[in-house]
């Protein structure tokens, strides 16, 4: 998961990366180990999410950065994986839009350190519902993938996801009964197709209780929200809608 920025609050802990993994042109694997302190996992979530930021400038560059008022390069991630044994854990980077912090994980290298405030605990559909539908962009496909490894058997799960072209695609595993659409943008911009909206309308709706799981763009997440409310008469608490960046906003993928 990346989402918009927000009010940082001081470091909870300290990462130091040990890996990159590149898993698609542009998407980035972390691979970092937890320096301090332990990270409290919550075991029954499989979506929990840091704050993530490259640890502060000298005295001198501080000043500077107060002075401008420039605000530190953080972003929050989806923890894609945790090794309890090894302490390991893996976050995995969409490399979209020119933000500080997408700069700067291009630039990353083993022993590069970071920052984190968290973890905290992230929205997941219910695995009690009869059925899920789950839609997304390249931002939420760390969340959506880590959810629907989690998701249990028999459950039957369809994601909707739209990445920039086949290339950007992955095999996403589960014991639910998965059935995943892609969508390619082959060149459009981010956040201007309508795609994902038009994919979730065309859905065969399943039957009964239906959970709706909404990540991305925060314009179409908000499309898609109205699509689930009004046209398939889905629960409001039944869905768990997020806007993770905003077109147009300085930063955004382009």
Same mark, same amino acid.
């Given at each position: 998961?990346t989402?918009l920025?927000?009010?940082?609050?001081?470091?909870?802990?300290r +990462?130091?990366?040990?890996? +990159?993994?590149?898993?698609?042109?542009a998407? +980035?694997?972390?691979? /970092?180990?937890?320096?301090?302190?332990?990270?409290?996992?919550?075991?029954?979530?499989?979506?929990?999410?840091? #704050?993530?930021?490259p640890?502060?400038?000298d005295?001198?560059?501080?000043s500077?950065?107060a002075?401008? $008022?420039?605000?530190?390069?953080?972003?929050t991630y989806?923890?894609?994986?945790?090794?309890?044994?090894? $302490?390991?854990?893996?976050i995995?980077?969409a490399?979209? $839009?020119?933000?500080?912090?997408?700069?700067?994980?291009?630039?990353a290298?083993p022993?590069?350190?970071?920052?984190f405030?968290?973890?905290?605990?992230?929205?997941?559909?219910?695995?009690?519902a009869?059925a899920?539908?789950?839609?997304?962009d390249?931002?939420?496909?760390p969340?959506?993938?880590?959810?629907?490894e989690?998701?249990?058997?028999?459950?039957?799960?369809? /994601?909707v996801?739209?990445?920039?072209?086949?290339?950007?695609?992955?095999?996403l595993?589960?014991p639910?009964?998965l059935?995943?659409t892609?969508?390619?943008?082959?060149?459009?911009?981010?956040?201007?197709?309508?795609?994902?909206?038009?994919?979730?309308?065309?859905?065969?709706?399943?039957?009964?209780a239906?959970?709706?799981?909404?990540?991305?763009? /925060?314009?179409?997440?908000r499309a898609i929200? #109205?699509?689930?409310?009004?046209?398939?008469?889905?629960?409001?608490?039944?869905?768990?809608?997020?806007?993770?960046?905003?077109l147009?906003?300085a930063?955004?993928?382009?």
């Amino acid at each position: 998961m990346t989402a918009l920025a927000g009010p940082t609050r001081g470091p909870s802990g300290r +990462l130091r990366i040990t890996e +990159l993994t590149p898993l698609t042109p542009a998407m +980035l694997r972390l691979t /970092a180990a937890v320096e301090q302190p332990h990270l409290p996992l919550d075991p029954d979530c499989p979506n929990q999410v840091l #704050r993530l930021s490259p640890p502060g400038p000298d005295t001198a560059a501080a000043s500077a950065v107060a002075t401008s $008022g420039a605000r530190p390069a953080s972003r929050t991630y989806t923890i894609r994986r945790a090794d309890p044994a090894s $302490g390991l854990i893996d976050i995995d980077v969409a490399l979209h $839009g020119d933000g500080l912090f997408v700069r700067w994980v291009r630039g990353a290298a083993p022993g590069d350190l970071l920052d984190f405030t968290g973890p905290r605990p992230h929205a997941v559909p219910s695995f009690d519902a009869d059925a899920v539908v789950m839609a997304a962009d390249e931002t939420g496909l760390p969340a959506l993938a880590a959810v629907v490894e989690a998701a249990p058997a028999g459950l039957a799960v369809h /994601a909707v996801v739209e990445v920039p072209d086949a290339a950007e695609e992955q095999q996403l595993t589960s014991p639910a009964d998965l059935r995943v659409t892609w969508l390619h943008r082959d060149g459009a911009p981010a956040g201007t197709t309508g795609a994902l909206e038009r994919a979730v309308r065309s859905l065969p709706w399943p039957e009964g209780a239906v959970d709706v799981w909404i990540a991305g763009e /925060a314009g179409e997440v908000r499309a898609i929200r #109205r699509v689930a409310v009004a046209e398939r008469d889905v629960e409001r608490r039944r869905i768990h809608a997020f806007g993770y960046w905003r077109l147009g906003r300085a930063g955004s993928p382009a």
